[in-house]
């Protein structure tokens, strides 16, 4: 048994764009990169995003072309992870203009874990229309690494549905080797 099962679905609650996108407009409206994580469920061959992290403090790192997670930030986002009984699943972070794909560093430095979702919003997420449609779906897959999802597979493979509001948990570092 692996711990990273593969994925054929990925289930999004339309309620954990709408937040993500609100949660990082706030590191928009200052010109840099923000991130929401999504935890959730593997099963069967699906993920279901089941909750959104907000990440704060001196262990998060928003700039215009960089977003840095520290190590310490990260291993408390994996305390919740066992506290919930999920996984870090997923990632939905915000690039300048137009720009959907991921970046060099994205994929050098991101997390490289089996299935990952890595979704790009444009336009620092400041646009109220925003749709998963124009956000730019890459996933990690063993052996190769990030690649983008094309539109019909984007289609087969992500299911937004309407669910009640998942909860929306912060985690913040204390600068301790963060």
């Keep these: 048994m692996t711990h990273f099962p593969a994925v054929d679905?990925?289930?999004i609650p339309?309620?954990?764009?709408?937040?993500?996108l609100r949660e990082m407009a706030s590191d928009g409206l200052r010109g840099n990169e923000g991130v929401t994580l999504?935890?959730?469920?593997?099963?069967?061959?699906?993920?279901?995003?089941?909750?959104?992290?907000a990440l704060r403090g001196p262990g998060i790192v928003n700039k215009p072309l960089l977003l840095v997670i520290r190590p310490g930030l990260l291993n408390k986002v994996t305390d919740l992870t066992i506290r919930y009984g999920v996984a870090l699943i997923g990632q939905i972070h915000s690039h300048y203009g137009q720009n959907t794909d991921l970046s060099i560093t994205d994929k050098t430095y991101g997390v490289a874990v089996p299935y990952y979702l890595s979704i790009v919003a444009p336009y620092f997420a400041l646009r109220t229309d925003i749709t998963i449609?124009?956000?730019?779906i890459h996933v990690f897959e063993p052996s190769k690494g990030y690649r983008r999802m094309n539109q019909n597979e984007v289609?087969?493979?992500?299911?937004?549905?309407?669910?009640?509001?998942?909860?929306?948990?912060?985690?913040?570092?204390?600068?301790?080797?963060?």
């Design 9 to 11: 679905k990925w289930i």
């Design 14 to 20: 339309q309620s954990a764009i709408t937040d993500s």
């Design 38 to 53: 999504w935890l959730g469920k593997r099963m069967n061959g699906q993920a279901e995003v089941t909750h959104l992290v």
């Design 133 to 136: 449609s124009d956000c730019g």
């Design 155 to 178: 289609l087969s493979r992500v299911q937004v549905v309407q669910k009640e509001t998942i909860p929306f948990l912060t985690v913040k570092g204390d600068g301790d080797g963060e």
